[in-house]
């Protein structure tokens, strides 16, 4: 009991009043994203409140995950990575088609996106294998990382899914950055690393390929590839220095802007917020991104710390590349908003991923530094 009372009396209160501030944030955005005007009416769809139940769910687990030890997640990583490639392997075979992509298992009474879970698989098997030995790593210890932790990534890029697949990556990335590499191995990084992406191009799909070309120019295809930047960026414009206001949004009150519920959400919030409460947004993110690395930097182990940086990463990432997408400077992707955007699976890992880090931060004073 005395653990137990140690527990609740060191909770990172900063961090959980900010999660709760985004996500309500996120509910009232999602509640004038999913009306649209009819005549003289306004309908619903019910998006905001499958949020609701996906967030109280959402809550459940961070809370499940903060009381589990998080030191006992070594032995969970390679268990959970083996279920998630088994996952994976099944959507080709049996997955549910949206959009033209399979990307989901339906189970019956639910839907559920593997990459979302392998994003979580990825996180615990690269901060057990990097945090197993101190120093910066050498071509065998990255190597042995990669050859481990890739594998996931390719099989969500191949469904095709390549903003999840990317957030994968990126995560992994930031984690070795976080652990160290050798000099030797920074330099021939850094020429080879450049040098590999425009290959990428090769491997991309006609449509991706499409949106790389249409960030340039989207005037190009104005009602096709290009639609999607232009009205988010005309929503984004028309908001101005303090928004429409509330439910007065009219790109998307009048169904201009598509995917005004998942992927541009934000320019939704622009539109009625303005600059100034947009602005505002991206503080409270600023603001929850450093209270996470100040846990990664104060985790009494190395294992916590990496677990900690490793979110840090997956936050900073998508928060990053939703708003470059929605302001036509990076790709259309697929990367939602934390929080904003709506989301069943990802809802529920990012609550996942922040019990983790309520849990480092809560145990940094229940047992000693190692």
Avoid at 29 to 35: D, E, F, H
Avoid at 226 to 238: K, N, T, V
Avoid at 323 to 337: A, F, Q, R, S, T
Wanted: contains cysteine; proline residues 5%.
């Amino acid at each position: 009991m005395g653990i137990d009372r140690r527990l609740i009396a060191h909770i990172n209160w900063p961090l959980l009043s900010i999660i709760a501030v985004l996500f309500g944030i996120g509910v009232l955005n999602l509640y004038s994203a999913s009306g649209f005007r009819m005549g003289e009416g306004v309908s619903l769809n019910p998006y905001y409140q499958k949020q609701c139940i996906w967030g109280a769910a959402g809550l459940v687990c961070m809370v499940l995950v903060t009381l589990f030890d998080y030191r006992h997640f070594r032995h969970v990583a390679w268990p959970l990575a083996v279920v998630t490639i088994v996952l994976l392997a099944l959507v080709p075979i049996m997955g549910k088609a949206v959009y033209g992509a399979k990307r989901w298992l339906d189970f019956g009474f639910m839907s559920f996106q593997p990459c979302e879970l392998a994003k979580f698989s990825t996180l615990l098997v690269g901060a057990t294998m990097l945090s197993k030995e101190s120093g910066k790593l050498g071509w065998g210890g990255l190597l042995t990382v990669l050859a481990v932790a890739l594998p996931p990534a390719a099989m969500v890029i191949v469904q095709p899914d390549l903003g999840s697949g990317l957030n994968i990556l990126l995560l992994l990335a930031g984690m070795i950055l976080y652990r160290g590499v050798a000099g030797r191995v920074l330099k021939v990084l850094l020429v080879v690393v450049p040098a590999l992406i425009p290959c990428g191009w090769f491997f991309l799909k006609p449509y991706q390929k499409l949106r790389v070309l249409t960030l340039f120019n989207p005037e190009r295809d104005p009602l096709g590839s290009g639609y999607h930047i232009i009205q988010s960026q005309i929503a984004i414009g028309s908001g101005q220095m303090w928004g429409k206001g509330f439910l007065e949004g009219t790109q998307s009150q009048l169904r201009f802007l598509p995917e005004k519920h998942t992927d541009f959400a934000l320019a939704v919030f622009a539109e009625e917020w303005g600059f100034v409460g947009t602005m505002v947004l991206l503080f409270l993110f600023c603001l929850f991104l450093y209270l996470i690395f100040t846990t990664a930097r104060d985790a009494k182990d190395r294992f916590g710390s990496f677990l900690a940086a490793g979110v840090f990463f997956y936050f900073f990432w998508q928060i990053l590349i939703n708003m470059g997408m929605v302001l036509g400077l990076m790709p259309v992707v697929g990367i939602p908003l934390p929080f904003i955007s709506y989301g069943g699976s990802a809802t529920i890992v990012n609550f996942c991923l922040l019990g983790i880090v309520l849990n480092v931060s809560i145990r940094r004073f229940v047992f000693k530094k190692t």
